[in-house]
T-cell receptor
């Protein structure tokens, strides 16, 4: 059981380049989330999805887009990367949105924008 | 957005000592969670608290959900080297969205 898998694990981009981060979960979870983690700060929610075909904005959505075409996958896109988007990105999933459903995290994608 | 105040920011303790850390918020949460993050990995859930006043244990870890629903604490008893890592508190908002504290870095001196 792989849980939540993120690809790639590391990436270096130049300013203005675009890329897509992939998150896949094999637990049949309905809800999926993308966070970013910066030094000295907790994780901050970028976007989330409450089911296939749905997405919603989190706390820090600007500069990112997401898609949830399949239940098991949640994609995070950077259309024009900026140095301020250098961060560690974490994907998470939960069975539903109920209070008793904790989120399970992937191991992160370390992204550097030069 | 909302923020949780987590303290201390870091701790450097002797192996075998007990550890306490806490988290406070200006807002009420209905669920409090404690996660641990090891280097190069994602956060792993340690304890989930669902009721005000609830006290829950997981091995050497004990966490409590404050009566006011605006705070929580985590205790680790008899710390060992593998307790090293970053501990995050998180409050759960409507829609299963989490608000995280900035983390407590735990370093254990063997």
């Amino acid at each position: 059981n792989a849980g939540v898998t993120q690809t790639p694990k590391f990436r270096v981009l130049k300013t203005g380049q675009s890329m897509t981060l992939l998150c896949a979960q094999d637990m049949n979870h309905e809800y999926m989330y993308w966070y970013r983690q910066d030094p000295g700060m907790g994780l901050r929610l970028i976007h989330y999805s409450v089911g296939e075909g749905t997405t919603a904005k989190g706390e820090v959505p600007d500069g990112y887009n997401v898609s949830r075409l399949k239940k098991q996958n949640f994609l995070l896109g950077l259309e024009s990367a900026a140095p301020s988007q250098t961060s560690v990105y974490f994907c998470a999933s939960s069975l539903t949105g109920g209070l008793a459903q904790p989120q399970h995290f992937g191991d992160g994608t370390r992204l550097s924008i030069l | 957005g909302q923020q949780l105040n987590q303290s201390p920011q870091s701790m450097f303790i002797q192996e075998g000592e007990d550890v306490s850390m806490n988290c406070t918020s200006s807002s009420i949460f209905n669920t409090w969670l404690w996660y641990k993050q090891d280097p190069g990995e994602g956060p792993v859930l340690l304890i989930a608290l669902y009721k005000a006043g609830e006290l829950t244990s997981n091995g050497r870890l004990t966490a409590q959900f404050g009566i006011t629903r605006k705070d929580s604490f985590l205790n680790i008893s008899a710390s060992i080297p593998s307790d090293v890592g970053i501990y995050f508190c998180a409050g759960m908002e409507y829609g299963n969205k989490l608000v995280f504290g900035a983390g407590t870095i735990l370093r254990v001196k063997s």
